[in-house]
T-cell receptor
């Protein structure tokens, strides 16, 4: 069975602070994909990143960066110099890379509030 | 815009009724996934269709059913509705299965169902 844990239910920061959202996963698969999605107050799910399990290179996209550590089964997400528009619920998700069942298993989400 | 279209955006109905949610996948995508997002259960996978055939089933109630039509649009039918069925229902699409299913799932904006 696959499981994703986002232990931080809510995080509140002041604008321009850096913030890290934690994600820990469990899977018996040797290859898999990890994702982060953002859900703003409007409700849609916005894709942020996909990471293949055999690529442990960290990734940076503007103010966003992701730290994937297979040894600790973690895929953490850092927002640098946070902005009010970053306020949203962030979901980490896991998906198999083989077999016919390719659905996403989501964590419970972290509500990020960035205060002005 | 993800390219996935869900209708209606909002739906209010009474207990015991039946509703149909519609999803049009991105052009060229063969797989359609349905997810339910509720306050107590979080984001949960319901069912996947690929090119008209059911491929995977998650925590979908027997009162719920889905199908994918030859034009690849999908419908999720919810019957004998209960208050607890109130949730945001998402549809997602991706390219396919096998070696081609290595892309992220693109989500529609969701249908917010309120059962009163």
């Amino acid at each position: 069975a696959q499981k994703v844990t986002q232990a931080q239910t809510e995080i509140s920061v002041v604008e321009k602070e850096d913030v890290t959202l934690d994600c820990v996963y469990e899977t018996r698969d040797t290859t898999y994909y990890l994702f982060w999605y953002k859900q703003p107050p409007s409700g849609e799910l916005v894709f942020l990143i996909r990471r293949n399990s055999f690529d442990e290179q960290n990734e940076i996209s503007g103010r966003y960066s992701w730290n994937f550590q297979k040894s600790t089964s973690s895929f953490n997400f850092t927002i640098t110099a946070s902005q009010v528009v970053d306020s949203a619920v962030y979901f980490c998700a896991l998906r198999r890379s083989s077999g016919s069942a390719r659905q996403l298993t989501f964590g419970s989400g972290t509500q990020l509030t960035v205060l002005p | 815009d993800s390219g996935v279209t869900q209708t209606p955006k909002h739906l209010i109905t009474a207990t015991g009724q039946r509703v149909t949610l519609r999803c049009s996948p991105r052009s060229g995508d063969l797989s359609v996934y349905w997810y339910q997002q509720s306050l107590d259960q979080g984001l949960q996978f319901l069912i996947q269709y690929y090119n008209g055939e059911e491929r995977a089933k998650g925590n979908i109630l027997e009162r719920f059913s889905a199908q994918q039509f030859p034009d690849l649009h999908s419908e999720l039918n919810l019957s004998s509705l209960e208050l607890g069925d109130s949730a945001l229902y998402f549809c997602a699409s991706s390219v396919g299965i096998g070696g081609k299913e290595n892309t992220e799932a693109f989500f529609g904006q969701g249908t917010r169902l309120t059962v009163v």
